[in-house]
């Protein structure tokens, strides 16, 4: 595998994992230079742009992705789509299978992933987390099912509740450094030997969030959110990928 193309939103952009320069890294990153670690060299590119849904990655990322004629891609998307108020799972395990079945037809290794419940640690109103983990079930089985159509390799990273507050960001919404930096090694892990690392997510539960932090959060992070969807604009408007072509890492 000597080039490796990267897809998705805000998670795979690496929203919540800042460089020094005030850029975000994320696990996609780290699992680059870890791949180059091991194998000498390896050509980089990452398309994820924050705030897409499937059917924006399928219409600006897959093209300039089979562009690239990667020898390995990941595509991780859904968590944009279960947040909209209508959430269609046959349209998006449509989409996906499009997105997967296309990159496989190049002859790359696909890569993607389940992913736990959104918001871990969020304030919410105990119904709405109720829909949020229903949506949540019916995102990873379509990516469960489009995955399996293709023979797409899918990290199951639902498979437990990471709590632990040291694994998200801020907003709580995204993974911080140390987050980012546990799904690379899984996805290494899983990568070079069909199976995923022996590092066990922490599952602590959090602190009960008082009523000062809850307000905090919803003007920091709710308001901005409602803001862009009254005016039709997403969290990616006016950014571009990272890394459009391929960027030579070395061990």
Known sequence: MRRYVALGD?????????????????WADRFAQGL????????????????????????TQLQ??????????????????LLRPRFDAGRLRRD??????????????????????????VPLPAQMRASFVRR?????????????EHRVQCLDL???????????STDRLHPSAYGHQLIADEFLAFLLTGTPSA?????????VVGPAEQVRWVASQVGP???????????????????????????
């Open 136 to 148: 949540g079930r019916r995102l990873n089985d379509a990516i469960r099912h489009a995955a399996a």
């Open 158 to 168: 639902a498979r437990s509740t990471p709590t632990d507050p040291a694994i998200w």
């Open 64 to 81: 300039p992705a089979v562009a690239l004629a990667p020898d390995l891609a990941s595509v991780i998307v859904g968590m944009n789509d």
């Open 36 to 59: 180059a670690s091991r194998r000498g060299e390896l050509e980089y590119a990452n398309l994820a742009i924050r705030g897409l849904t499937t059917a924006q990655v399928l219409a």
């Open 96 to 121: 996906l299978s499009t997105i997967y079945g296309e990159l496989a037809a190049t002859g790359a290794t696909v890569l993607t992933a389940t992913l736990p419940e959104p918001g871990i640690g």
């Open 10 to 26: 805000s998670l795979t952009e690496g929203i919540g994992d800042f460089a020094d320069d005030g850029r975000p890294r994320g």
């Open 225 to 251: 959110w409602l803001w862009r969807r009254l005016t039709f604009r997403t969290a990616g408007d006016g950014v571009t990928a990272k890394l459009p072509a391929y960027q030579l890492l070395r061990a």
């Open 199 to 207: 590092i066990r997510i922490p599952a602590h539960v959090p602190a």
